[in-house]
């Protein structure tokens, strides 16, 4: 039973990543209908940034937030790419976004390095013994941050007019334009929020799972599998799906073998895609007619 | 108030609109009747930005707005009740409503909304509902709010009596009538002739994306040649 809770815990830590990095997914997709595939570097990105910025002797939470504010700053300039490509059809956007991702793995190889690097927990290496099973600060960390992130983004569609303009636009995007909304503008910054959320996940991972440049590779393929079992449109079934993934990944490591891990993510995903093309927690969009 | 001189438009490849030309004074409420597709919403998208003239002017109160960008031209006070309503359907009736006010920051916002609830009472007794699910009148009923919403100089209404009982067309025309007697500039676009020729002052005739004929409404109805394309007598 104790084994039992320690498995679940570490999944839904890692779990919490996942919906960070999924909730970019379902944000871009929804205002512009595309997949974006760097949605991974970006964690890496995030991460790596962090790494090198507190070597270079920068206290903890400046290189925290440098690393965000430069995440996102390549958020708007794969943005500015793609409003700039003359292609307009959504498969080359996408395409664009995966020659975007091995852009950024090669330019974090030149301008970090190859290694494995880990960063010191922000809340010290330390854990403590609740109900039976082991918990580090750390993850109590991410769960928290996540949380508060996702409440944060909530209030933010919710009550704030820009908030409520990306849903507008993630809607009808002609309505949303004849409202007088600025579609391009809201497309910025949907790319810049996607990869400030993605950035926070990395850094808050690097501590327990360690970082590199091509860390990004899996993490956004678990983002995505997180949206797709969440329903692509709706970025808190993206925290759900990120959730039961993580979960299912520890449980399968724990119990059968940690071979499996990955292998978890994709089969959800085909099992998904085959059965539930919507998701679990996809939007059943109310329409009379 | 709106000029529109030797419009051409494509839409994907075909000619949608060729050399369009007619005006609309301030205060005039005035229609554009022709068949489904005629050109009629290329028209409108045109004006309201969301689509790009191949060549041809649109002035609006002695500005060229052929090249703004959409949300520019709301801004100058045009509003546009699209085709189909585009609603934002997973938001609340009150949400769609405050969108309509996107370009406004003044601070009689909330006091429009309840100008709105009064005028369609069911809107209020709906407006935490998504939109969506509410019934095809009560949707458009959103929609014309959501246009007023942003106290338009201009409103563009595209096939406002679409899939809609007589009785609620009748409501919505109630509405639009008011509307242009409180000022504002009225441009509908209907496939339903009679109906568009019995409320607007002056109408244009749309065929295949030429304007073959306009006047003043009142005479439009009693012609022989739109009687029998438009009228169906």
């Known amino acids: ?289 | 108030m709106l000029k529109i001189e030797k419009l051409c438009c494509n839409y994907k490849q075909i000619i949608a609109l060729s050399d369009v030309s007619l005006h609309i004074n301030r205060g005039e409420m005035i229609s554009l009747i022709g068949a489904n597709g005629a050109g009629k919403t290329t028209l409108l998208r045109a004006i309201s930005g969301l689509q790009n003239p191949k060549s041809g002017n649109i002035y609006f109160e002695n500005k060229n707005i052929t090249k703004l960008e959409s949300h520019d031209v709301a801004k100058l006070g045009i509003a546009q009740i699209p085709e189909g309503r585009g609603l934002f359907s997973i938001l609340s009736v009150e949400e769609n409503l405050r969108l309509g006010a996107y370009i406004r920051d003044d601070n009689e916002i909330e006091l429009d909304i309840e100008k709105i609830y009064s005028q369609f009472p069911i809107l209020k007794e709906k407006s935490k509902e998504y939109a969506g699910t509410l019934s095809g009148g009560q949707q458009q009923m959103v929609a014309v709010g959501r246009a007023l919403m942003s106290r338009p100089k201009l409103l563009l209404l595209d096939e406002p009596s679409m899939g809609l009982a007589p009785i609620i067309v009748e409501e919505i025309f109630e509405a639009i009538k008011i509307l242009r007697d409180s000022g504002t500039t009225i441009f509908i676009v209907e496939q339903n002739a009679f109906l568009a020729l019995s409320v607007t002052d002056r109408a244009y005739v749309l065929e295949n994306g030429r304007i073959v004929m306009s006047g003043n409404s009142v005479e439009l109805l009693e012609d022989e040649g739109v009687k029998e394309a438009y009228l169906g007598a």
């Open chain 1, 1 to 289: 039973m104790n084994e039992f809770l320690g498995f679940l815990l570490s999944g839904v830590t890692v779990g919490f990543i996942y919906a960070l990095v999924g909730i970019g997914f379902t944000v871009i997709y929804n205002s512009s209908g595309i997949i974006n595939f760097s949605q991974g570097e970006f964690v890496m990105a995030g991460g790596m940034s962090t790494v090198f910025l507190l070597k270079a002797g920068l206290p903890l939470g400046v290189s925290f937030i440098l690393a965000i504010m430069i995440t996102s700053m390549i958020g708007i300039v794969l943005y500015k790419l793609i409003s700039f490509s003359k292609e307009s059809s959504q498969i080359s956007l996408i395409i664009l976004t995966l020659g975007f991702a091995i852009f950024l793995r090669g330019l974090a190889e030149v301008v970090f390095d190859k290694e494995l690097h880990t960063m010191p927990s922000f809340v010290g290496d330390s854990s403590f013994d609740m109900f039976g099973t082991t918990l580090t600060y750390q993850s109590i960390l991410i769960m928290i941050v996540s949380i508060v992130i996702v409440t944060l983004l909530y209030f933010f569609f919710k009550k704030t007019k820009t908030g409520q303009a990306m849903m507008a636009a993630s809607i009808n995007v002609d309505a949303a334009r004849l409202m007088g909304i600025n579609i391009k503008k809201i497309l910025m910054i949907n790319f810049a929020l996607s990869a400030a959320i993605a950035a926070i996940g990395g850094v808050l991972l690097t501590p327990i799972t360690s970082t590199n440049y091509e860390v990004g590779i899996m993490l956004g393929l678990k983002g995505f599998a997180a949206a797709i079992i969440g329903g692509l449109s709706n970025p808190f079934g993206a925290v759900a799906g990120g959730l039961v993934l993580g979960i299912l990944e520890s449980l399968i490591a724990g119990y059968i073998s940690s071979e499996y891990k990955d292998a978890v993510a994709f089969v959800a995903l085909l099992a998904i895609l085959f059965f539930m093309p919507g998701g679990i927690f996809g939007n059943t969009k109310a329409q009379r007619v």
